[in-house]
T-cell receptor, first 116, second 113 residues
Framework: NAGVTQTPKFQVLKTGQSMTLQCAQD?????MSWYRQDPGMGLRLIHY???????DQGEVPNGYNVSRSTTEDFPLRLLSAAPSQTSVYFC???????????????FGPGTRLTVT | KNQVEQSPQSLIILEGKNCTLQ??????????LRWYKQDTGRGPVSLTI?????NTKSNGRYTATLDADTKQSSLHITASQLSDSASYIC????????????FGTGTQLKVEL
């Protein structure tokens, strides 16, 4: 298994440009999510999906769109990049561990995005 | 104010020594509390997961404890190795559904010779 893969690893955008961060997993997990990680702050949830065709907003969804057409893929789109979106972006997929509210979360290697 | 506070912010120890990282949280009730290890330039990796009713959970040289009364958790690392150098992140999952996770800012651990 490749686990969770993300592309690109690095990206520089100009303000106003759009782009898509790719995320894929080969573990057949239903639950996938996108986070951003900024210096001095904990990871924050942007969007998540509980299965193909279902997405929902997290804590910081503004400026980002997602879709989930397949179980494997969960791309994150920046509609009009802003300097405030300079961050490291992590995609994760999760599998439930039996009952009791426990699940295992697997993160991708991250995409480092700079918006100038 | 962050609902998950970790201390210390950073720590340097010698290889072979033990250390304990602290996590204080105000989130309550919650479904589970987890500790992650994040190497530089990589995504977080799960170390331990404890439900609110569990007091301790081990994973090799890593042992996590949870005191729901004082709202504190700790991660104890035994016989540290150079490869333990990383950021250790405490996370509280409110609902167990994965969409209400509160992440701490992490403790940066460096293990030196």
């Amino acid at each position: 298994n490749a686990g969770v893969t993300q592309t690109p690893k690095f990206q520089v955008l100009k303000t106003g440009q759009s782009m898509t961060l790719q995320c894929a997993q080969d573990m057949n997990h239903e639950y996938m999510s996108w986070y951003r990680q900024d210096p001095g702050m904990g990871l924050r949830l942007i969007h998540y999906s509980v299965g193909a065709g279902i997405t929902d907003q997290g804590e910081v969804p503004n400026g980002y769109n997602v879709s989930r057409s397949t179980t494997e893929d969960f791309p994150l789109r920046l509609l009009s990049a802003a300097p405030s979106q300079t961050s490291v972006y992590f995609c994760a997929s999760s599998e439930r561990l039996g009952t009791g509210g426990r699940y295992e979360q697997y993160f991708g290697p991250g995409t480092r995005l700079t918006v100038t | 104010k962050n609902q998950v506070e970790q201390s210390p912010q950073s720590l340097i120890i010698l290889e072979g020594k033990n250390c304990t990282l602290q996590c204080n949280y105000t989130v309550s009730p919650f479904s589970n509390l987890r500790w992650y290890k994040q190497d530089t330039g990589r995504g977080p990796v799960s170390l331990t997961i404890m439900t609110f009713s569990e007091n301790t959970k081990s994973n090799g040289r890593y042992t996590a404890t949870l005191d729901a009364d004082t709202k504190q958790s700790s991660l104890h690392i035994t016989a540290s190795q150079l490869s333990d150098s990383a950021s250790y992140i405490c996370v509280v999952d409110i609902t167990g559904g994965g969409n209400k996770l509160t992440f701490g800012t992490g403790t940066q651990l460096k293990v030196e010779l």
